[in-house]
């Protein structure tokens, strides 16, 4: 498929300019497979306008309560869109980033990175706090064999073994759903059982609050 050799070729001419010392660190591959069941908010198969990010928030803990404050702490590793790396006809996604000596990218994503920093996948299309806005952020939060948590590893240039991060590891979700466990958000009532990813609806910032001002009135109105 066109849209993962231009992805390839790219990421193989970025290696061959790195130093010999640089083409040994770590790699991180993370995908989904061919045909698994991503949905939007309204349970519909996601479309190519969703983008997937892998990164980390770094010492901030994201929550459904400071939604407002997500793209500001948030440090992408690597990127999958539609033709370079997601393809919407087939709900595939694959990557690859290398981590390198300098605690950057090869991604030349923002931000700087530290071994142990806790990865996640936020797949959206809009970051925008706002009606309309879909998000899922997910990780893998285990440690089991074959289902290593979603870590960054050291940038060892001794140990040039690749990391895989395959989505139906994941076991964690702040926001949306990951393989049947679901988190914040509004998330569609009809969702399939079997998704691997779902995506929730955000509430606009205003809701919350209006929310919390009706509630004593409310109260009132009951006693």
Known sequence: MNFMRNSVIKRLLFLLLLSPASLLARTINWFDAD???????????????FVF?????????PTT???????ANWKVFDRAVDGDGWNAGNSFFTSSAVFLEDGTSSFGGSGIFSAGETMYLWVFNSQAVEFGSQWALVRDGSAGVGSPA????????LN?????????????????????????GEIHAAADPGFVLQLAAVPEPGSAALLLLAF????????
């Open 216 to 223: 004593p009135w409310l109260a009132r109105r009951r006693r």
């Open 35 to 49: 045909g698994d069941v991503l949905v939007d908010a309204s349970n519909q198969a996601l479309t190519s306008s």
């Open 150 to 157: 979603w870590l960054l590893p050291s940038s060892d240039p």
């Open 53 to 61: 990010e892998l990164g980390s928030f770094g010492a901030f803990a």
């Open 65 to 71: 309560s400071n939604f407002d404050q997500w793209q």
């Open 160 to 184: 040039p073994t690749s990391v895989e991060w395959d989505l139906i590891e994941a076991d964690s979700v702040v926001v949306g759903g990951v393989n049947g466990i679901t988190g914040g």
